[in-house]
């Protein structure tokens, strides 16, 4: 069902078994024991505080869930009455000031409306970990079907003014600020999670196991992605053209690489957004502080404070994804055929052959590695792989990386901080399949 309902009645007899019966009601429906525990708290303060100044309330609680959103809505008749305006209105003399306050701390997961008659309080408990990919799925859907519209009903002189003026500029202010984060992020996260781990031996092993790791996902990754991607396209695809053979090859010198890893100056990494050369900066810095002690601590809570920053704006741009999907679902119908749709299907399907073996890869990984057991990690992964994918960027979704390992993995936050955008940068299986796929169907394509 899309949204089930379980109403409970608050009186002041029985009144903690109703109370206890919600705290129950929410634990069943899956939600976290410190969010239940919450969500128990929040309702019990909001009665309490609507007792003390309206004796004759007599409360409904209704438990909610819709599209994996979990949330208590308290219903009580009567003229438009609303308790957390009491909020603004506080003072140290006030009997609930206490009680005030802990609501006050909440105020982002509460909410009023007067409807019916009825006085809502509405206390968000849970949101749902599938949001984002169920409304970026929506808006690709749409995208196809506005654009297919558009394509067949407006001339091609609008349809080109529209991509070029409208799409096309909408999607590169989104990229744009999308990339000026992603140094900064991943810049501030690693300093992070450095000095996070005083120990200089223990910065030294978890890295070197992360490198190596990484390494190796990386050549099993790429092995994968090509040998499915020539099994994908083994038959004929549609000809764009040819390619002349009289092309110079290109020089690529590892020694080159090495040296470039560490930049002329501090500002070209970030404006150049040179993962290697950042990476290599934010280690340095991180050590450095770690080597000073209790004299970097203005250092160290300025990086943690910056970090929370940049992770948040990073939080708040990933909002937009939806209406960035859309506008590329309808600039790719503007410019395409249902050929090259089916060709995309393809490349889809061998990303989520990849993603898959892949998971299997990280679960021998586990078990070889890590001596556990594999089975909460593909439990719970499901649940998380939605949001990942919708938000296109691994940088992007880094806020989210975060939350899913220390939160449902109880992975340690310092290490989460340090791995996670190291990862990001440096590990990047899910690239070795798109870009081998993608390299192999062009290839087919110009003969």
Known sequence: MFERWRTFELTPDGYRETVNGIGDTLWMLGVSDKEAEAGKQLVEHIYSL??????????????RKRFGDISLRLETKGDEY??????????????NYERTVFLKSKKEQLSYAHKNGLNIVTVRVHEAGNKQIRYTLFAMVLGILAGAVLKSMVSPEMIEMLNKNV????????LNSLNMMIAPVVFFSIIAGLTSISNASDIGRIGGKLV??????????????????????HGGVPQMGTISGSGGGVSVSLLDMIVKVV???????????????????????????????????LLKDFTETANTFCLRVITLLAQFIP???FLSMMALMFTVGVDSLWLLGKVLIGQFIGSVAMICVYS???VLMGKISPVPF????????????????????????????????GVSPRLSSFSIPLGATVNMDGGCFYFSIQAILLAKMYG
Not at 212 to 233: D, Q
């Open 82 to 95: 609303n308790p957390l305006q009491m909020l603004e209105e506080w003072n140290e003399d006030d009997p």
């Open 50 to 63: 609507q007792l003390s100044r309206r004796p004759e309330v007599c409360d409904k609680v209704k438990v």
């Open 263 to 297: 930049p002329e100056n501090l500002i070209a990494p970030i404006v150049n957004r040179d993962m290697l050369q950042v990476i290599f900066v934010s280690v340095l810095f991180g050590v450095t502080i770690n080597m000073l002690g209790e004299t970097a601590q």
């Open 212 to 233: 190596g790791t990484y390494m190796c996902t990386t050549v099993i990754a790429t092995i994968l992605s090509i040998t499915i991607g020539l099994f994908m396209f």
């Open 167 to 174: 799409v096309t500029s909408i999607r590169t202010m989104f």
């Open 323 to 325: 209406l960035i999907a």
């Open 364 to 366: 021998v990984v586990m």
């Open 378 to 409: 593909l439990k719970k992964i499901g649940g998380f792989v939605p949001v990942a994918i919708s938000m296109v960027s691994s940088s992007s979704a880094m806020p989210f990386t975060m939350n899913f390992c220390t939160e449902k993995m």
